[in-house]
């Protein structure tokens, strides 16, 4: 599977759209890109999942270049709740286990 | 979504004791599960994976006879730390496919503290 690059750390204000960048240069065509998070001490959350089409549902947007080498998880309007490690995870068709990164640590500030 | 129950939530031991954590899925069926470990202020790792009726597989660097893997119906697993040494202390963690394999599901994690 592809390995991705994340940020370390990000901030945003409470009601504000928290945008997480997610580099996978090295994605093939048949590899997925999605996105999980952890809340301290709890399991991780799985929020969505594309290939190459944007995506969106009731928790998160994904927006993925046309290229396919970075995508976005956009979170529209962030909440306290939302403080957490977000994982972007490559995963080829087929593959059942997810291999996590570092992934980023977001914190939401009031 | 689909529920992964993971039990216990946290359990102190002994060192030399063995430890056995169970995960089930609740609303599923799941053929193949997976046990991650995560150290504090780090990201899970993949310990192995679990298929039901078969032998686990273990990722490189675990030790198959230290944490044995037992799937024996398709909404259990369970991962049993053997000889527990304080070294083995960490956030356990199991997830599972449920059917289709697009989304794998998370229980809630298993805290190990070893004395």
């Known amino acids: 599977d592809a390995k991705t690059t994340q940020p370390p750390s990000m901030d945003c204000a409470e009601g504000r759209a928290a945008n997480l960048p997610c580099n996978h240069s090295?994605?093939?065509?048949?590899?997925?890109v999605y996105w999980y998070r952890q809340i301290h001490s709890q399991g991780p959350q799985y929020i969505i999942h594309?290939?190459?089409n944007n995506e969106t549902n009731e928790m998160a947007s994904l927006i993925i270049t046309e290229d396919r080498k970075s995508s976005t998880l956009i979170l529209p309007h962030a909440t306290l709740r939302d403080t957490a490690v977000y994982y972007c995870?490559?995963?080829?068709?087929?593959?059942?286990?997810?291999?996590f990164g570092q992934g980023t640590r977001l914190t939401i500030n009031p | 979504g689909a529920v992964v129950s993971q039990h216990p939530s946290w359990v102190i031991c002994k060192s030399g004791t063995s430890v056995k954590i169970e995960c089930r899925s609740l609303?599923?069926?799941?053929?193949?599960m997976f046990w991650y470990r995560q150290f504090p202020k780090q990201s899970l790792m993949l310990m192995a994976t679990?298929?039901?009726?078969?032998?686990?597989?273990?990722e490189q660097g675990v030790e198959k006879d230290k944490f044995l893997i037992n799937h024996a119906s398709l909404t259990l697993s369970t991962l049993t730390v053997t000889s527990a040494h304080p070294e083995d202390s960490s956030f356990y963690i199991c997830?599972?496919?449920?059917?289709?394999?697009?989304?794998?599901?998370f229980g809630s994690g298993t805290q190990l503290s070893v004395l």
């Open positions: 997830s599972a496919a449920a059917g289709r394999w697009e989304k794998l599901f």
């Open positions: 090295t994605i093939s065509g048949n590899e997925y």
């Open positions: 594309g290939l190459k």
């Open positions: 995870i490559v995963r080829g068709e087929g593959a059942q286990k997810l291999v």
């Open positions: 609303d599923f069926q799941a053929t193949t």
């Open positions: 679990s298929n039901e009726g078969s032998k686990a597989t273990y």
